[in-house]
DNA sequence: GTCTATACTCTGATAGAC
DNA sequence: GTCTATCAGAGTATAGAC
């Protein structure tokens, strides 16, 4: 029979209701960024743990001791980050001015872009692979999400407000605009040039663009 | 010194005018052709020659008689599309009609994402990752070409034939726009059910879309 | 030209000392 | 908790027979 004084007997980034130090705390929270870094750049096959623990500051071996494997690393960080990843949709009022919904949808997405383009590039990879890791995610949560919202934008249309578009590709289209920004920011300046932010002028254009397209 | 009747000295794929019978230029576009399928769906890191040369139905030092490494397979697949992926901006022609021709320009691209998802999907990867492979490619010749047309677009608007908005942005939106629906495939078919072709109503979309925000 | 066998390297993961 | 050492497996590439 386990005693009081023992210590847990899983890892310490297990799901119950494991006490971490604060030490390990900040160890797994240096390895989940690092992972990112690593990850997002260069997919999971590309990515090594050696890496990973490098840039954490750690050894191989240590940061085995935290996490399981190469995959038990890469799905927590993922898992860490799904819930973020549908806030700005789920932020869309379907109480409020449709206009100023949807742009400010566009603006949030477009700021998101720019402040974690890691998180961006990370599933971009995973998509582009087909998704493997991010099946359950997308075909429950964020499909439940989206046309959740997508009737509210239909609602809009048949009443007027907007002008009637396809709401799947209104969103498919604000998906792709901004996160473009970020996936394939390495095209962007190498066209453009080092010197500019590849997002200069981009909300600019895409609230010329959403304003054009949206008017009823 | 090499007598007439000897064999080339280079591998019968290299740049040199080696001539290659049927069988070898059978294999090797059965080789590119299954490498395409293979990188597209799994990056470079994530791909092996074994699963390549299983999909090209040779076997592994069979394939390496072909090509020197798994690097000059890839080489190889990226310089023979590379052409092929400026044409359709190439196309736009100065002298058309500007909202034809940048309409003509989207459904071509929309086309290719249609007909052609793994040459997409092949790219998307390497961008991602930070384009190490293409960054000559792409600072020179598609720069080139982007910096071309984008001047025939600002003059466009400047005449007072479209809307006046930042041409280089308009390309990154066609290209965002049309290419999400081939690399990102995987995350609309969740979202949408596997029933739907995922660019159903895309061009129509897309129509409306800079229909409106080109209109002068 | 194609195969079997194999050398070699990289990387994920573990053992065990401290 | 962290390290050094090491194993086991995968994967690239080569040697050499046929």
Redesign the interface.
């Known amino acids: 029979m386990p005693t009081p004084s023992m210590p847990p007997a899983e890892k310490p980034g297990a799901s119950g209701a494991a006490p971490r130090s604060r030490i390990q705390e900040r160890n797994r929270a240096r390895i989940l960024d690092a992972a990112l870094e690593v990850f997002s750049?260069?997919?999971?096959?590309?990515a090594t743990i050696d890496q990973i623990a490098t840039e954490a500051g750690l050894s191989k071996p240590n940061l085995l001791y935290y996490f399981d494997s190469k995959d038990a690393v890469h799905s927590a960080l993922l898992s860490r980050l799904l819930d973020d990843w549908l806030e700005p949709l789920r932020h869309l009022d379907a109480t409020g001015d449709p206009q100023t919904e949807i742009l400010s949808y566009m603006r949030r997405k477009l700021a998101m872009s720019r402040t974690y383009p890691r998180e961006s590039?990370l599933f971009?990879?995973e998509?582009?692979?087909?998704?493997p890791r991010?099946?359950r995610f997308?075909?429950t949560e964020?499909?439940a999400l989206?046309?959740e919202k997508a009737q509210v934008i239909a609602r809009w249309g048949r009443e007027g407000r907007i002008?009637e578009?396809?709401p799947?590709?209104?969103i498919?289209?604000i998906?792709?605009?901004t996160?473009?920004y970020a996936?394939?920011a390495?095209?962007?300046r190498?066209?453009?040039g080092a010197e500019h932010d590849p997002q200069d002028?981009?909300e600019?254009?895409l609230n010329?663009?959403y304003t054009?397209?949206l008017?009823p």
């Open positions: 750049n260069h997919g999971f096959r590309g590039r971009a990879n998509i582009l692979q087909g998704a991010l099946e997308i075909s964020l499909r989206v046309d002008a578009v396809d799947h590709h209104l498919f289209s998906w792709a605009l996160q473009h996936d394939f390495a095209q962007i190498l066209i453009r002028g981009a600019a254009f010329h663009l054009r397209m008017a």
